[in-house]
Structures are given as C-alpha cells and as structure tokens.
C-alpha cells in the first residue's frame, strides 16, 4: 500500500507577487458584508487576491486607502498558510 504524502506548512511562508494591478472586486459575505478583491496580472495568469487583511469592511475609498490605482505595476507581500495568502503591503513597483 501506498502512502500518501501531503505537505503541511507549519510556519508563515513569505510570498510576493508583481504584476499589473487590474481592478477591485466587489463581494459579499453570506451576513451581506462588503469587502473587496484584488485583480492582479502577474504575467501568467490573473490572480484575485482578498483585500479584507489591509481593508477589512470598509468599502470607503479603497483605492485611496491602498495608496495605488488601477492600470499601476504593484508589489505584494503576505504570507502564505494553512489558510491561503493573507496579504500585508501592496506599494508601487520600482522600475
């Protein structure tokens, strides 16, 4: 018999992410909260990243609070868990 093998992350792994800062996303949760999403294009594919880390509920100038704009090349960093990516910092990419 053969065992399978699954890879358990026991601490934070540090991840960032480069790409072209695409738009937000809006959602709800099941209690009708608003949060939103992050549409990232790292060259590969898109990825949607969950805001609610920096932004919590706030639906209130996201953008403004996240201090880049769509259409910009950003840098983000989190860390990656059990759970999935938490993000901690999105700033402007440097050239």
Known sequence: MV????????ESETVTVEGLFLSLAEEKTEFQKSF??????DGTE????DLRPLLG????DPIGKLGVDRGMQVVIS??????????????????
Do not use: N, W
Not at 3 to 10: K, L
Not at 57 to 60: A, M, R, T
């Open 78 to 95: 989190g860390v990656m868990t059990d759970d999935g990516f938490k993000i901690k910092a999105i700033t402007p990419a440097t050239e």
């Open 36 to 41: 939103f999403y992050l549409m990232l294009d």
């Open 57 to 60: 509920y706030s639906v209130i």
């Open 46 to 49: 898109v990825v949607r990243i």
């Open 3 to 10: 065992e399978e093998v699954v890879p358990v992350i026991t």
